[in-house]
């Protein structure tokens, strides 16, 4: 099956310039398990400190079968049908109602696109409206300016900082927690909805 035809097959969410869909066992391709094994790509993750697999990925993934309180969704570029990374909702506390979020755009050549912020709007929009959870949180190393500034722009605020947490480029890092609640987000978006 084409990366084409499988968009026209299952889109779970839909946007602008992007659709996210179910992650099958068929995504789990060199490709994939290359952007996990790139030094820039998880630079700021916590994957990608001990080398990646087809093995260690479909393991990864069998947690999100069947799952009430995880979610992964391949990032699909619906111009070309490639996939270009994941986002996942972790994680969910249905007494809280509260979910932590995670992004990789795996295909450096789709950087700096706006694929981030839209991929998070829709994983988000259905995390407040279909499943009515009120607070998103993220984590974001000091130094991910990029994620940091995506996630400001959907409303997101610095709630805490955590000092020396990441090892990354040889020395200790804070991460910074983020946190988004309903009224933030839809005020950030104007009132517009993220799906088309
Ligand atoms: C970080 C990442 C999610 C950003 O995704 P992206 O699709 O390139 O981001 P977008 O294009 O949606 O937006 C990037 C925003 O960050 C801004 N930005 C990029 N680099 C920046 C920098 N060095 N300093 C400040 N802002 C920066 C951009 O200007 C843009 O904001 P704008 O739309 O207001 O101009 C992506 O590069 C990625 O997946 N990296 C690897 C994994 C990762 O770090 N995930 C995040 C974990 S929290």
Do not use: C
């Not at 994680?91 to 706006?114: E, S």
């Not at 839209?118 to 959870?133: M, N």
């Not at 610095?158 to 987000?185: K, P, T, Y």
């Amino acid at each position: 099956m084409t990366e084409g035809q499988k968009e026209m097959q299952r889109p779970f969410l839909v946007g602008q310039k992007l659709l996210l869909r179910p992650l099958e066992e068929s995504d789990v391709s060199e490709e994939y398990v290359g952007w996990l094994n790139d030094q820039e790509v998880t630079r700021y993750l916590e994957t990608g400190k001990f080398p990646a697999t087809l093995e260690t990925v479909r393991k990864y993934l069998e947690r999100f079968q069947g799952s009430a309180t995880d979610v992964i969704l391949a990032i699909v570029d619906r111009g070309t049908g490639q996939h270009v990374g994941n986002v996942t909702l972790n994680h969910i506390n249905w007494v809280h109602r509260t979910a932590d979020t995670g992004l990789m755009i795996g295909r450096k050549d789709f950087w700096g696109k706006g694929y981030a912020f839209e991929a998070w709007s829709l994983i988000i929009e259905y995390a407040l409206q279909r499943l009515g959870l009120r607070k998103i949180v993220a984590g974001v190393v000091d130094g991910n300016a990029a994620s940091l500034a995506t996630l400001q722009k959907l409303g997101f605020q610095i709630e805490g900082r955590l000092r020396a947490e990441h090892w990354v480029d040889g020395e200790f890092r804070d991460a910074l927690r983020l946190g988004l609640l309903r009224d933030e987000f839809y005020k950030s978006r104007g009132g517009k909805a993220a799906r088309q």
